[in-house]
């Protein structure tokens, strides 16, 4: 680390040094009076600083890309995730090109032409040819990254496949919320966000019978390798963004206004694990979009495990009513039997009718985003 | 009309009778009417304003790339913001990026470059005694000042300044109860947002007015300087967009303050489910970046326009594709409007507008490369002469480029799903827009503060500040993209809670060593800056041998500028190092029956209409019957 400040320090350094005894030089020349013959002041060395830098910006470029390279988008752990990361190098490559040809130009240009004793600049204002040429191959170029990334963005967006797993994630200030469809209908139950409480913190909708079997995890998210997860994105508070950096994920959590995402992670984990050869490896959620104090440091882990670990870890979560028994005092009667089962039965204590009725009724619900 | 200097002949004191009242104090500096004065004011305000907002990022740079570092030697300024055990306060961290882009976007590269040389350009370079209104440019600096006055007082609340990003979306923005910048910090956010709105309309209408009702005589728009051009066309795009922001902000006000739910819908915060329903956070992003987007081109264009001026002059070339350079800007100006919603592909937008925008967005690359490349053309075979000035126009095309092209990484929406608002934007931005107007404005500053003071600034100080400036905005910038390539999001207090940010230590360290330089260089400028004002050398009335119509008035010009009559125009700005000419510039002011050895032969054919031209004189404020 200090190495790198000592190679700035050194940077510095040496361009003061060269600034100082050009400066000298200067100085002994500053008396005579400047004519237009007379090279300005300063003009001989600013040139030769040009091609000072194009050679150092060579070296440090590549040197630090080569440096940090091994740092650079996390291995891609999700199918559009790969295909985005091609497009985004294959586009560096083609930007490239021109990022050293204009600098390049720019510079060189600038020392070859510096001020000279009795030269007249070429009295040049205008090509038609030229001018039309670089209006079309940049405008080409374009229409070339344009038509690839669009492809691989209708692609992406399109919408997800039936067999999605959904999975819905809410932000709220500072942490996410994950809830999944159950295991026995597998379906997201209807939320309210007027519904939310301390222990109800997504609002979940006991009215609605696909939510008896819903359950919340706020510490982890698991997903199946290898098939379609579709995340039904919200937010309780402010702005959120859920950021997968691994999977290529990205999508604000807006309130009011449902967004999803859909995806298909092909490596697990524990191929993950075995890829990097790091034990600790996890896959890692976080927000992107300023939301307060804890914004930095807002995260759920993910894992991502093969079909049969999911299921069985899917099995082994409780249900929000099995964890808060005492919320099946807002399902409406006639639902009660199917929502106690698997329920222990002493905890199946009968309903008061009359609070269900008065928090069962006077909300509206609004249908979880299917 | 009264209290006209600078107005020496004896004709026109018999004709109008004009009485030179002598200015008090006030009217001459404080509440001046004058545009060379407004453009000072502006300047300086700007300065101050820049000193602060860099001063902000380097204190969270220090936060960022030595994260174990003891603060409390600030706490004599920041006080309750720094810990008992020297840590910044991640709430006054968040203040602090938001004030620094605000600042920096709004009142350096807003107010300080356009206001600055929209007003001290104008007049000058078209031919008129001042400013349209000049009651208008005075109220123009005035409202800028209470916005900046409201702004700055807002960093002294005990809860901090408004501190949910520059872009300040709501619901953050709007709940007090979310973050403690929301409360008074953004109402006085807002406040001063709409002061500053309102200068900025009032110092756009003039600019407009002026450029098209006040050019001097033979001064039609094809020989227009491109300096004027870009002032012209920045000041149509903040005059169309600014509105829009001002009613963003007023929806936000009404919002906060009346109950209702524009942008806010189905909140449940702190333990309370708020009542607001059907409004859209989304609603805001629109109309913020329908201003925001065209904000990054009236930040860009005067830079861009200054700096065709001061490379065509020192290049002693005339610009190459003077009619190619409007179209590309006013092709810029256009697609600025279309192209707002590539900031928000990823905010649950209908995925099919994020395609429309991508297509909109990557043509902008287009006009952008063809001033790229028209700059480049410029240089070549030139007769370079390296003022400072020079310097930072030759620096401010090499970042246009070079930020500009990671822009259409950024533009392509299917790219933008990974690099939203990671380290890659703000490296991206900062160089296109940030560093790049920045440099504009040096430019503009060395070019013509000997206009501006009557002095020279010194060569070579600037020289020195140009190559720490430049070497320093790479070296700051470029591992920046390194870091958001790595996926490292923006306006994170720290990098410790992630795996995935558990590198780069060393990058993040190198980013604030190579910022803080840069930081120290400025001093640099700044004592070249108010040295010079004082103790600099007398300007000579020309002295980059340029071809523009500020440099045919007095060394100092008096109010109305000219000295006798507007000067007539004959000719087009750039006309350097013309074959068969003895000097290597023909001023604007000559006319080609003086300059038959050098003129083409179209040019032969308008000697005719040189008459007609002297003849006209219904632009000057000073020769009409009151």
């Given at each position: 680390m200090y190495f790198i400040i000592a190679l700035v320090a050194l940077v510095f350094v040496v361009l003061t040094v060269v600034v100082v005894t050009r400066l000298q030089d200067v100085l002994k020349n500053v008396k005579k009076p400047e004519s237009a013959d007379e090279t300005p002041s300063g003009n001989s060395w600013n040139g030769a600083m040009f091609i000072v830098l194009i050679i150092a910006a060579v070296v440090g470029i590549t040197w630090s890309y080569l440096h940090a390279r091994e740092h650079f988008l996390p291995i891609a752990s999700s199918v559009h995730g790969r295909r985005t990361d091609d497009l985004f190098w294959f586009s560096m490559g083609v930007l490239t090109i021109p990022f050293i040809f204009v600098n390049f130009l720019i510079f060189f240009f600038s020392w070859k032409y510096q001020f000279k004793k009795g030269n007249k600049a070429a009295f040049y204002p205008d090509n038609h040819k030229l001018e039309l040429i670089w209006t079309i191959i940049p405008a080409i170029v374009m229409a070339m990254l344009v038509f690839t990334g669009w492809k691989a963005w209708s692609d992406i967006t399109s919408e997800a496949p039936a067999d999605s797993e959904v999975i819905e994630i809410t932000g709220k200030q500072f942490n996410w919320i994950v809830r999944y469809g159950g295991v026995n209908d597998n379906k997201l139950g209807n939320y309210n966000y007027k519904l939310i409480d301390a222990q109800n913190e997504v609002g979940i909708d006991l009215s609605d019978e696909n939510s008896f079997d819903d359950f919340l995890n706020p510490t982890e998210m698991h997903i199946p390798v290898g098939r379609p997860v579709l995340l039904k994105i919200r937010a309780r508070d402010v702005l959120h963004s859920v950021f997968i950096p691994h999977m290529r994920v990205k999508m604000d959590a807006v309130p009011g206004m449902p967004t999803k995402f859909w995806f298909v992670p092909d490596k697990t984990t524990a191929d993950m694990r075995a890829e990097l050869n790091d034990p600790n490896f996890k896959y890692e959620i976080a927000c992107t979009e300023v939301c307060g104090q804890g914004h930095f440091s807002m995260k759920i882990n993910l894992v991502v495990e093969d079909e049969a670990s999911y299921k069985k870890w899917c099995a082994e979560q409780a249900t929000f009513l099995q964890t808060y028994p005492e919320y099946l005092a807002k399902v409406p009667d006639n639902l009660k039997a199917k929502a106690m089962k698997g329920l222990p039965a002493d905890t199946a204590a009968p309903a008061d009718s009359a609070k269900t009725a008065s928090t069962g009724g006077g909300i509206g619900t609004s249908a979880a985003l299917r | 009309m009264s209290a006209i200097e600078g107005l020496d002949t004896a004709v026109h004191h018999e004709e109008h009778a004009h009485h030179h009242e002598p200015q008090s104090f006030w009217q001459k500096?404080?509440?001046?009417?004058d545009h060379k004065v407004i453009a000072k004011q502006y300047l300086i305000t700007g300065i101050v304003w820049a000193v602060i907002g860099i001063s902000m990022s380097v204190i969270f740079r220090i936060q960022l790339g030595m994260p174990d570092s003891n603060l409390s030697w600030l706490k004599p300024i920041l006080g309750g913001w720094i810990s008992e055990t020297g840590k910044l306060d991640p709430n006054f961290y968040l203040a602090l990026v938001t004030m620094h882009g605000t600042i920096m976007v709004?009142?350096?590269?807003t107010a300080g470059l356009s206001g600055t040389f929209s007003n001290f350009l104008i007049p000058l370079q078209i031919g008129a005694r001042d400013m349209a209104s000049g009651f208008m440019n005075m109220l123009s600096y005035w409202f800028f000042f209470l916005a900046s006055v409201i702004m700055f007082g807002s960093l002294f609340l005990q809860a901090g300044p408004a501190a949910g990003g520059w872009v300040i979306y709501p619901p953050l923005s709007a709940l007090p109860q979310a973050h403690p910048g929301s409360g008074m910090g953004m109402t006085l956010w807002l406040i001063s947002m709409a002061f500053f709105i309102v200068s900025q309309l009032l110092g756009g209408i003039n600019y407009i007015t002026t450029v098209i009702n006040l050019r001097t005589r033979g001064m039609s728009f094809d020989r227009l300087p491109l300096t004027i051009w870009s002032f012209l066309i920045t000041a149509v795009l903040g005059l169309i967009s600014f509105p829009v922001l001002l009613s963003s902000v007023l929806l936000l006000i009404f919002d906060r303050h009346f109950g209702t739910s524009f942008y806010l819908s189905e909140i449940y915060i702190n333990g309370e489910a708020l009542p607001n329903v059907g409004g859209s956070p989304i609603l805001f992003q629109h109309l913020f970046w329908f201003l925001g987007h065209p904000e990054v081109y009236i930040v860009l264009l005067p830079g861009l326009g200054i700096t065709s001026e001061v490379i065509a002059t020192n290049s002693r070339k005339p610009i190459f594709g003077y009619r190619a350079m409007i179209a590309s800007m006013l092709g810029i100006a256009f697609l600025a409007f279309i192209v707002w919603a590539h900031h928000m592909f990823v905010t649950g937008m209908n995925p099919f507008l994020g395609s429309v925008f991508m297509f909109l967005t990557l043509i902008i690359a287009v006009p952008s490369a063809v001033k790229g490349f028209n700059y480049i053309t410029t240089l070549w075979k030139g007769n370079i002469v390296f003022t400072p000035a020079m310097l930072f126009a030759i620096g401010m095309v090499s970042l246009f480029v070079s930020g500009g092209l990671t822009g259409i990484i950024l533009g392509n929406s299917a790219l933008d799903i990974q690099l939203h608002d990671t380290y890659f934007v703000v490296a991206h931005f900062h160089l296109v827009m940030g560093a790049a107007s920045a440099f504009g404005l040096f430019a503009g500053v060395y070019h013509w503060f000997p206009k501006m003071f009557g002095k020279m600034m010194n060569t070579t100080l600037g020289q020195i500040h140009f190559w720490f400036s430049f070497i320093g905005i790479y070296l700051v910038f470029i591992p920046m993209h390194y870091v958001g390539i790595a996926g490292f999001p923006r306006r994170y207090y720290q990098f410790t809670s992630y795996d995935f940010t558990h590198k780069f230590m060393d990058m993040n360290m190198f980013i604030s060593v190579a910022a803080i330089l840069s930081f120290l260089a400025q001093f640099i400028f700044l004592y070249n800056f108010f040295r010079s004002i004082f103790k600099g050398k007398t300007a000579p009335k020309n002295p980059w041998r340029s071809n523009t119509l500020e440099w045919t008035t007095p060394i100092v010009p008096g109010h109305g500028n000219w000295e006798g009559e507007l000067p007539a125009v004959y000719r087009w700005s750039y006309d350097y190092s013309k074959p068969g000419a003895k000097e290597d510039f023909i001023p604007q002011n000559i006319p080609y029956s003086q300059t038959l050895e050098s003129n083409f032969p179209h040019e032969n054919e308008l000697i005719a209409t040189e008459k007609e031209i002297e003849a006209q004189n219904f632009n000057d404020q000073f020769n009409t019957a009151h």
């Open positions: - | 500096y404080v509440f001046c009417e709004f009142f350096v590269l």
